[in-house]
C-alpha cells in the first residue's frame, strides 16, 4: 500500500502562483509515476502533470503547460506541483497520484492510489 498526503492549497489571487505538496509513504518503490489531477465542481477529473520517478520524464496538460512545473524530491518521497500565473478556470480540489504501471498518463483509471486532495481557490 502506498498513502498519498497532499498539501499547499489555498486561496489566491489570479496571476498569483502556489506550491502543492505530495508526500507518500508505504510501498513507494513500487511506484513507476506520480501524477497530478484536479476536479472543479460538476466536472470530471482531469489530468494535470505527471513525473516518473526513474528518470524524471514529465509531461502536462495543454491547459498548463508554461505555468506549472511538477518535479520530485526521491529522497523525500515528495512530489511537488508549482503552479505560477494562476487563473479563475485553475480552481479545483487537487489530487495526487501513484500509478504502478502507468501507460497513459492522462487517464486516471492508470493510478492505482490517490491522495485526498487540496482546495484551490482562485479569486478574480
Known amino acids: 500500500q502506498v498513502q498519498l498526503v497532499e498539501s499547499g492549497g489555498g486561496l489566491v489571487q489570479a496571476g498569483g502562483s502556489l506550491r502543492l505538496s505530495c508526500a507518500a509513504s508505504?510501498?513507494?518503490?513500487?511506484?513507476?509515476?506520480m501524477g497530478w489531477f484536479r476536479q472543479a465542481p460538476g466536472k470530471e477529473r482531469e489530468f494535470v502533470a505527471v513525473i516518473r520517478w526513474s528518470g524524471g520524464t514529465t509531461n502536462y496538460a495543454d491547459s498548463v503547460k508554461g505555468r506549472f512545473t511538477i518535479s520530485r524530491d526521491n529522497a523525500k518521497n515528495t512530489v511537488y506541483l508549482q503552479i505560477n500565473s494562476l487563473k479563475p478556470e485553475d480552481a479545483a480540489v487537487y489530487y495526487c497520484a501513484a500509478g504502478i504501471y502507468v501507460r497513459n498518463y492522462q487517464l486516471p483509471a492508470e493510478y492505482d492510489y490517490w491522495g485526498q486532495g487540496t482546495q484551490v481557490t482562485v479569486s478574480s
Open positions: 508505504g510501498r513507494t518503490f513500487t511506484n513507476n509515476a
